[in-house]
């Protein structure tokens, strides 16, 4: 049965029969969440999709959820996820009864396989078809194995259980009563021993070298078959059993106690592992300024303890001045005649007290470590005072940068953070596609980009209560109001800066409108009509030397987005503006001067709201065609 400290062998083999059941299975992703935790997100048939959770050392079973996992896949997640995601699960097999189990994954030609280790700390272990280990959660070496990379992965040769020429061979070879040969060297545990020996019918204080093997044997077989099969777990105050034992026991009230499987009853037992709770005192974001202050008081605390630490290693010296003084003079005297290799052979074979304080040698340097209470580093070719001298340097540098430190915490001190509210991005609707804008009084204005998108606004969008409007120059968007408007100002605006006037350094254009009835798109006899334009017959209503300036803006509110259209009209509604007329720079370098002015208007913040808002594509789609200067700041 499964207990806080861990899975049973036979729980294993629950488990291994419930995972067996769901095969063929492909392995999709792989988590770590905690050192000893992993998770494995399995694809089945028909789009089934499950979530394995293997807590190394204690259990292994199915979840309805993943903890969040870390930010920052650990290392050993990461090299798992390269050997096995997209590998299909050949096999899933418990070794014997003990609390091992074997996944066989292949991957292409290869075939790999993870051994996930429930007994003692637990472990899992990648390997290749041959048992070669590739690399384990925990490298550990055993009396009589090695589970580190290249080392072959072993495991016990039989299994007491697995025959009945095997179960003959435990029973006569073991001194104890049934019962216990069976909890223990056959791994059934107590509470499953004495179930075996019930249905055997075989008095569990009998010597198991007197009992018959068949009887036993047939109960085992019983018990398999009912762990598998049944599907009846039960949980208890202390304990998870994939099938109910025996009668009386005190368990979860049965309203709490129906579960589909034996999965979901261990999932239901054991408490949730530190990454599965809520971090209710989670450790807070900090800004950068904040970030920057905690960095500051650390690297003040670390320079007080080296500063203290090294004033007692001056102290030491000065306290044991005579010896250091011996020390400096023997070995400088002695470096004149011997090699550093004899000095360091000599005075290892010196048995005194004093040779046994010095510690090592640094040949390169003529130094030596002693320990004096404090070990320090002694330059031979270096007096008493000298060597002293060089550890106050050490003081000095330190405190000099301690006073650094000190003196940027009060030139940076960390903001107080500020409460973002969500910016929330303009929907996009279908006209969104076209040049666009609205006017004053709220009628919306469309014009094409191009050749085709005029003959679509014609041809697909524009209806009876529509108004027609063109510049009266060649090359031109086709603009439709949609709905009547009083302010026809903005749209001659509008339509006279996105033609070939703009393109030609004009500074005003003529424009006219129609009714949607006057424009055609059949020529007649001898005319011929490229795509793109149309005839328009009959009166049309002119509007004269218009201005071409076009301006683009930053709307936050009600939602967020780049606006462009007549300057008064946008001017109004944003919170950053530039107005643009014909000039001299080419469109992509107007759309990033633009840019920068809007930029320039909001906080650091919202600029990071807006990244996917406030950039070069959605600046340039109101930037007209041809040179540009820019007239208006924000």
Known sequence: MATAQGMSGIDVRAVTHELCARLPLWIDKIYQFETRTLGIRLNGENHAKYQL????????????????????????????RKYLSGGKVLAIRQHGLERILIFDIGKGPLTYRLIIELFDEGNVILTDESYRIIKPLRHHR???????????????????????????????????????????????????????????????STPASNADPKAVYAAIRALFDLVQHTGRPVVSATSCEPVVLATGAESIPDDKNQFAGFSEALEAFY??????????ASKPKLSQEERIHKYQETAIKKFDEKIKKTQEIVAAIYENY????????????????LSWQEIEHHLCDTSTADAKRIVAFYPDEAAVEIDIGKKM??????????????????????????EGALAAMKTVKPKKKIIRHDIIPMKKLWYHRFRWFVTSDGIVVLGGRDASQNEELVKKYMTGGDLFVHADVHGASVVIVKGKTEKMDEVAQFAASYSGAWRSGHFSADVYSAQPNQVSKTPQAGEFITRGSFIVRGERTYYRNVSLAVGIGLVLEPQAAVIGGPPAVIRSRTKAFAELKPGQYEPNDVAKKVLRLLKQSISPDEEKLLKGILNTETVAAFVPPGGSDISGTP
């Open 322 to 337: 005579q010896f250091v003084a011996q020390v400096i003079s023997s070995l400088d005297a002695a470096s004149k005649r």
């Open 271 to 280: 408490p949730m592992t530190k990454a599965e709770k809520v971090r209710v």
């Open 377 to 402: 580093k002694i330059f031979v070719h270096d007096s008493v005072e000298q060597n002293a001298g060089r550890y106050y340097d050490v003081i000095k540098k330190f405190r000099k940068k301690k």
């Open 53 to 80: 959770l293997i807590e190394a050392g204690r259990r292994v079973h199915l979840v309805k959820n993943f903890p969040a996992p870390p930010k920052n896949p650990p290392q050993f997640a990461m090299l798992l």
């Open 142 to 204: 055993f009396k009589d194995r090695d589970v580190v990379p290249d080392a072959i992965y072993t495991m016990s040769g039989t299994d007491p259980t697995g025959s009945l020429e095997n179960l003959a061979a435990t029973l006569a070879g073991d001194g104890r009563d049934l019962v216990r040969a069976l909890a223990i060297a056959g791994m059934l545990g107590g509470t499953y021993a004495e179930y075996v020996c019930r249905t055997a019918g075989i008095d569990k």
